[in-house]
């Protein structure tokens, strides 16, 4: 049966293993959210994916061979894929799309708004007001730099690590 799984790639090769899977028809999606880069002065917006390394694919293992997709350039492996492959529920995929357009339809602000954040300590509950993550909840591991942070939150039944603007989130 035609389903979503979740496919780990090789590093910084989301796109390479989604267009390799497209010229095997097979339907991919790969969620990106905006990011403002400042190079020489010059602010540009670029689209950065979701969950690095990772791609969804929507196929049916009984029609397309699961090692033709391990065999594809760019991709490792079917996240989970021992015997039985366990696929995502199609509202999941919905959700992330649904959120994606609502970042992507959202303009940037072009100046930075000046807010007084309070620190933080290891373990502190805090919840995403903004980026990819906008109001879900985490827990604050530890500063990285001046600007960002590495929060700690579930997602696909594993705990993730994943740096953020500091300015991001707030306590819950």
Known sequence: ?????LLYCKSRSEARAQQNL?????ETYLPTYPEEKKLKGEVTIKRVSLFPSYL???FDPQVTSVARIHNTRGVIRIVGCKELMTPIDDSV??????????LLSRSLPTEPVATSIPELSQGDKVRFT??????LEGIF???NGEKRCFVLFELMGKQQRVAVERESICIA
């Not at 497209?22 to 097979?26: G, V, W």
């Not at 995929?93 to 609502?102: S, V």
């Open 1 to 5: 049966m035609k389903a979503w799984y």
């Open 22 to 26: 497209a010229l095997q028809h097979i």
């Open 56 to 58: 969804f694919i929507n």
């Open 93 to 102: 995929i919905h959700a992330i799309k649904m959120r994606e357009h609502k």
């Open 130 to 135: 903004e980026g990819p993550f906008v109001e």
């Open 141 to 143: 591991d530890e500063r």
